[in-house]
């Protein structure tokens, strides 16, 4: 949407959405209860620093958390301190990463961005015209006006009355260039 926004007159706003709170109540393997718990960490930031900044900051976080985790491949303490830093805000919100007292919001905001698709799917989640979809999933992202073409195609598609939902199995794992 950061590239779609270059080419067409459109404004992303972000949600936090947590797969924690997703996958809440699941009988999941042992292996990603313990990924989930540590998920909360990051959610729990990004709410602290959109209560403390306001949701214009949730853009800059997330740019930040992407590329410190699928880019550097940075993990730990050093993905969310990195990420603040990258974004331009204060070191402090780390501290918010084990604050329980935030999980409300964190579910409150997971849910005004979830709740409109339905719970049976993932992320990304695009809210065009009043539809809420599941992706487009899309790998490498495109660039330009091949990223504007494809939401120019997300639009039409949402649009569209008893759309609900294009899928195929993925060949290719994702590619972050």
Known sequence: MLEVEQVRPVHTTFHVMSLAVLNEGRDLPEQYVEFMAKAWAGVRVAIAAEQRHGNDVLRPLYTALGTKIHLEKAEGGDVISGALAIAGLEADLADAAHDTSLDEAVRKSHHEGMDPVGMDVGTPVVRVGGT??????????????????????????????????????????????
Not at 143 to 149: M, R, V
Not at 160 to 177: N, Q
Request: hydrophobic share 35%; proline share 11%.
């Open 132 to 177: 809420s979809i599941f992706g487009p999933v899309i790998t490498p992202a495109p660039k330009g006006e091949a990223a504007g073409q494809l939401f120019d195609g997300v639009r039409l598609v949402c649009s569209t009355p008893g759309f609900y939902e294009l899928k195929r199995s993925r060949t290719d794992g994702p590619i972050f260039a």
